[in-house]
Nanobody
């Protein structure tokens, strides 16, 4: 069982930055691929970024490439999402998720989910 707790969301102006954190419980954090997803009002949950067990592999949806960076710190059982050059269309609830696979980019392949953290980008 893995429990995930996100933090770091908030209100920011367009062009600004935020760093989301996801703290994971359990001693097998390094055995899980980790991902970030987001859901805007009235829209389906969408993939944002993923990182492999070792951290060597990272994947991003096209709309955030070059602006967002996913990373993980196994010593702290934490995965991060650094978000730069934020746009109003990035506004959403951001969810952290863990998969037993090495890495995954689709929601149904993830086994554990956090409660989400709100990110609001004003224009």
């Amino acid at each position: 069982q893995v429990q995930l707790v996100e933090s770091g969301g908030g209100l920011v102006q367009a062009g600004g930055s935020l760093r989301l954190s996801c703290a994971a419980s359990g001693r097998t954090f390094s055995s899980y691929g980790m991902g970030w997803f987001r859901q805007a009002p009235g829209k389906e949950r969408e993939f944002v970024a993923a990182i492999s067990w070792s951290g060597d592999g990272t994947f991003y949806t096209d709309s955030v490439k070059g602006r967002f960076t996913i990373s993980r710190d196994s010593a702290k059982n934490t995965v991060y999402l650094q978000m730069n050059s934020l746009k109003p269309e990035d506004t959403a609830v951001y969810y952290c998720a863990a998969t037993r696979l090495v890495v995954a980019t689709t929601a149904h392949l993830y086994n554990y989910w956090g409660q989400g953290t709100q990110v609001t980008v004003s224009s």
